[in-house]
Nanobody, 115 residues
Framework: QVQLVESGGGLVQPGGSLRLSCAVSGNDFSMDTMGWYRQAPGKQRESVASISSSGRSNYADSVKGRYAISMDNAKNTVYLEMSSLKPEDTAVYYC?????????WGQGTQVTVSS
């Protein structure tokens, strides 16, 4: 059974940085695409960043230049480096992995940006 486990969330001051990690286990195959989504209270879940198995990445306009997604295939882990964090970045961040029509989600990790 495929499992995604996120870690690295927490409380950070505006302008600060955090690194989220998402470890994939239970798969004997590589994912086609991995990404990060977030959901703030009262809002819909939105895509933040994604990366393909070829290394191509995409970002939401709201995080371009501040976030960086990367993948360590050997460790089956995807990372999200977040910098210059703003209060509006506060949300639960979810990791998503997909292969063909199969989609897997992590349980989410809370990121709170506040002074």
């Amino acid at each position: 059974q495929v499992q995604l486990v996120e870690s690295g969330g927490g409380l950070v001051q505006p302008g600060g940085s955090l690194r989220l990690s998402c470890a994939v286990s239970g798969n004997d195959f590589s994912m086609d695409t991995m990404g990060w989504y977030r959901q703030a209270p009262g809002k819909q879940r939105e895509s933040v960043a994604s990366i393909s198995s070829s290394g191509r990445s995409n970002y939401a306009d709201s995080v371009k230049g501040r976030y960086a997604i990367s993948m360590d295939n050997a460790k089956n882990t995807v990372y999200l480096e977040m910098s210059s964090l703003k209060p509006e970045d506060t949300a639960v961040y979810y990791c998503k992995a997909s292969r063909f029509s199969s989609v897997y989600w992590g349980q989410g990790t809370q990121v709170t940006v506040s002074s």
